[in-house]
């Protein structure tokens, strides 16, 4: 997928974490895996509930 980034931030994809509920922007880093992204720090995902396991 290749998008033309302008500089505008407020124009990339962002969801909550699901540990924290923070909003996460999206970071070139995770432009493969997007979708699998679901915390927004190593913190929150050692920190996960879990139940949900």
């Known amino acids: 997928m290749k998008t033309e980034f ?6 990339l994809p962002a969801k909550p974490c699901v540990a924290c509920g923070r909003p996460m922007s999206w ?6 895996n997007w979708a699998a992204v679901k915390y927004c720090s190593d913190k929150c995902r050692s920190t996960k509930k879990s139940g949900n396991a």
């Open 6 to 11: 302008k500089g505008n931030k407020s124009t």
């Open 27 to 32: 970071r070139k880093a995770w432009a493969k």
